[in-house]
C-alpha cells in the first residue's frame, strides 16, 4: 500500500508539473472485426496505465501478462512495480477487475 502511495504522489506532481489534467490519454475505442490487434491492445494497455484501480494501483495491472507477482525483479520505475507487484486476488482485485 506505500507503494501505492508513492506513486500516486509521484503521478500528481507529474501532471501537475505539466498542468495536464488526470484523464489525458483518451478512452479507446471498442475492439471491431477490423481493428488491428495489436494497436488496439497498446490503446489499451496505455488507458489503463493512466487510471488507478483501489489502493492506487494503475488498472493495467489487471490485464498482466504474469498470473504470480513478480516482486524479486529490480523495476525501473514505481509505475513498473506497481503493475508487477500487485495482488491479482481479494476485494480491490475484484472491484478492478
Known amino acids: 500500500m506505500n507503494l501505492a502511495v508513492t506513486w500516486n504522489e509521484a503521478l500528481k506532481a507529474e501532471l501537475e508539473s505539466r498542468n495536464l489534467p ?5 478512452h479507446p475505442d471498442p475492439f471491431k472485426k477490423d481493428s488491428k490487434w495489436q494497436t488496439w491492445k497498446e490503446s489499451i494497455v496505455m488507458y489503463l496505465n493512466s487510471k488507478s484501480g483501489q489502493g492506487g494501483i494503475p488498472l493495467s495491472y489487471i490485464i498482466g501478462e504474469n498470473d504470480v507477482p513478480q516482486i524479486n525483479i529490480a ?12 495482488i491479482l ?4 482485485y475484484n472491484t478492478n477487475n
Open 22 to 26: 488526470g484523464d489525458f490519454v483518451k
Open 75 to 86: 523495476y525501473a520505475t514505481v509505475h513498473e512495480q506497481l503493475v508487477n507487484c500487485a
Open 89 to 92: 486476488q481479494g476485494v480491490e
